[in-house]
Nanobody, 130 residues
Framework: QLQLVESGGGLVQPGGSLRLSCAASGFTLDYYAIGWFRQAPGKEREGVSCISSTDGNTYYADSVKGRFTISRDNTKNTLYLQMNSLKPEDTAVYYC???????????????????????WGQGTQVTVSS
């Protein structure tokens, strides 16, 4: 059974850092593009950052460029999101999502959900507040 499980969320003060993890089971990430998405209360879900399976190509939303870093460790079957300089507007439920390489045209297409990922985790809450 294919499963994605996020962890690492929590409450952090503005300017602080968090590292999210997404552990995959039931499949190997080697053949999947994977990314982070978030949804704030009353807002639509948006792509944060996505990474390809082969060449390491990445995409970041403008709102997180220079602050967030996506990485993957295929040996651990895990995706990460290092979030620095957090702002209150980063408050949201963060989800990881994945799809097979042949189902995704580009990481940008995945992150803007033009190529909608087939597999989603349950999400982890990130709250940035003083």
């Amino acid at each position: 059974q294919l499963q994605l499980v996020e962890s690492g969320g929590g409450l952090v003060q503005p300017g602080g850092s968090l590292r999210l993890s997404c552990a995959a089971s039931g499949f190997t990430l080697d053949y999947y593009a994977i990314g982070w998405f978030r949804q704030a209360p009353g807002k639509e879900r948006e792509g944060v950052s996505c990474i390809s399976s082969t060449d390491g190509n990445t995409y970041y939303a403008d709102s997180v460029k220079g602050r967030f870093t996506i990485s993957r460790d295929n040996t651990k079957n895990t995706l990460y999101l290092q979030m620095n300089s957090l702002k209150p507007e980063d408050t949201a439920v963060y989800y990881c999502a994945a799809d097979r390489v042949w189902a995704i045209t580009t990481v940008q297409a995945m992150c803007i959900m033009r190529d909608f990922p087939a597999y989603w985790g349950q999400g982890t809450q990130v709250t940035v507040s003083s």
